[in-house]
């Protein structure tokens, strides 16, 4: 009888953490108490996640070297010494797990894992939308997540959540003239994509 008193006391233990966990979409958007100056020497754990269209394989493997490129210029241009920086290709639908990189974070004595992600699609956009020139032309788009996990805890302390930033669309539409209208390079494109997430992420 004491034995069976002590699983069934240890099964409502766990049930009860797991009721009380809380899911992605429960935690706040930013900590009452979060400081962008507390992230002094992060870790920076981005990764690209493929969607809709084709990309070849040589294409990917640019867009990865992009993004590690334009993180790198772009910390440096804010003087925010990142103990490391990773980019990775995402595998499958499955949610980020923050574990290596927080892992990764406790390691190098970092102070946060900044975990970013840049979703790629292609395919028709509709650009000049309200105009009287509104088109239609096929072009690539970035959407841009993050999350800053504190190191010594774990605690979420700021989310980038899907939509929450303008995309980056790799057409520059003249809507005065659309023929005018210039597409940026995957270079500017990223670049352009990763000061957007940096700047949110920095903001007082």
Same mark, same amino acid.
């Given at each position: 009888?004491?034995?069976?008193?002590?699983?069934?006391?240890?099964?409502?233990?766990?049930?009860?953490?797991?009721?009380?966990?809380?899911? %992605? #979409?429960?935690?706040?958007?930013? +900590?009452?108490?979060?400081?962008?100056?507390?992230? *002094?020497? =992060?870790? !920076? /754990?981005? @990764?690209?996640?493929?969607?809709?269209?084709?990309?070849?394989?040589?294409?990917?493997?640019?867009?990865?070297?992009?993004?590690?490129?334009?993180?790198?210029?772009?910390?440096?241009?804010?003087?925010?010494?990142?103990?490391?920086?990773?980019?990775?290709?995402?595998?499958?639908?499955?949610?980020?797990?923050?574990?290596?990189?927080?892992?990764?974070? %406790? #390691?190098?004595?970092?102070?946060? +894992?900044?975990?970013?992600?840049?979703?790629?699609? *292609?395919? =028709?956009? !509709? /650009?000049? @939308?309200?105009?009287?020139?509104?088109?239609?032309?096929?072009?690539?788009?970035?959407?841009?997540?993050?999350?800053?996990?504190?190191?010594?805890?774990?605690?979420?302390?700021?989310?980038?959540?899907?939509?929450?930033?303008?995309?980056?669309?790799?057409?520059?539409?003249?809507?005065?003239?659309?023929?005018?209208?210039?597409?940026?390079?995957?270079?500017?494109?990223?670049?352009?994509?990763?000061?957007?997430?940096?700047?949110?992420?920095?903001?007082?």
């Amino acid at each position: 009888m004491p034995r069976v008193l002590a699983i069934v006391a240890l099964a409502t233990l766990i049930t009860a953490c797991a009721e009380t966990a809380p899911r %992605r #979409e429960m935690i706040p958007l930013r +900590a009452s108490d979060f400081r962008a100056s507390e992230m *002094r020497q =992060p870790v !920076v /754990f981005a @990764q690209i996640r493929f969607g809709p269209g084709d990309y070849s394989g040589e294409e990917r493997k640019s867009m990865e070297q992009e993004l590690e490129g334009a993180l790198l210029e772009e910390l440096n241009a804010r003087a925010l010494l990142a103990k490391e920086v990773r980019v990775s290709v995402a595998r499958g639908d499955a949610e980020r797990d923050p574990g290596p990189a927080l892992a990764r974070a %406790r #390691e190098l004595g970092a102070d946060h +894992a900044v975990l970013a992600e840049l979703r790629v699609s *292609r395919g =028709p956009q !509709v /650009f000049c @939308q309200g105009t009287r020139k509104r088109f239609q032309a096929n072009a690539t788009r970035w959407e841009q997540t993050a999350e800053v996990v504190r190191a010594s805890d774990g605690n979420v302390r700021l989310r980038v959540v899907p939509g929450s930033i303008l995309p980056v669309v790799d057409l520059d539409a003249d809507c005065d003239n659309p023929r005018d209208s210039r597409r940026l390079t995957t270079s500017e494109a990223v670049a352009d994509a990763v000061k957007r997430i940096l700047t949110r992420l920095l903001a007082q």
